[in-house]
């Protein structure tokens, strides 16, 4: 339960009959009304708390997760009680950590996206080139070898085409 939490098993009538703290048993749970009510209700709840009940003299009021869940073959409950800064602390290191590595990863994936598209576009715009020039009769230059890929075959074709018009 960390630093800060504790467990206890409270009867309907508010009594401590166990905690993980010393100095709780046989005490009064500080929501004692409340627990009654959901006890007798049978209803599991989970919220958020300040500790200013038991602690005489606290300076600064901490905010402490709780979990509630009544037992079933006797009229207690279990009650969990963290502060909200170590419950927490889990979920908040998980966004920062996102954000540490997410944002960079998405750099480097527009940045891939950005190279392979500009892997593709140059290519087509070199046949582009090409086509416009054999278009308007200038069948002097060759169309450059691509490579192998769809986009090579391509430029292969197109360079054929010129051959044989100029052949013609």
Not at 6 to 30: K, M, P
Not at 32 to 56: M, P, Y
Not at 115 to 142: F, H
Request: hydrophobic share 40%; aromatic share 4%; with cysteine.
């Amino acid at each position: 339960l960390g630093e800060t939490g504790y467990a206890q098993i409270v009867d309907i009538r508010g009594n401590v009959l166990a905690s993980t703290r010393s100095g709780q048993i046989e005490g009064r749970s500080d929501h004692e009304g409340q627990i009654a009510t959901l006890i007798e209700a049978g209803r599991a709840t989970s919220g958020t708390c300040h500790e200013c009940h038991g602690a005489a003299g606290q300076q600064e009021r901490r905010t402490e997760v709780m979990a509630f869940a009544p037992l079933d073959s006797a009229p207690w409950a279990v009650l969990i009680r963290q502060s909200e800064g170590e419950a927490l602390a889990p979920a908040r290191t998980l966004r920062q950590r996102a954000l540490q590595f997410g944002i960079p990863a998405v750099l480097v994936a527009l940045l891939f996206a950005w190279v392979t598209a500009r892997s593709v576009l140059r290519p087509i715009g070199v046949l582009t080139t090409a086509a416009r020039r054999i278009a308007t009769g200038d069948l002097s230059e060759p169309v450059p070898d691509l490579g192998k890929d769809e986009v090579g075959g391509l430029a292969k074709t197109f360079e054929t085409m010129r051959v044989r018009l100029r052949e013609s």
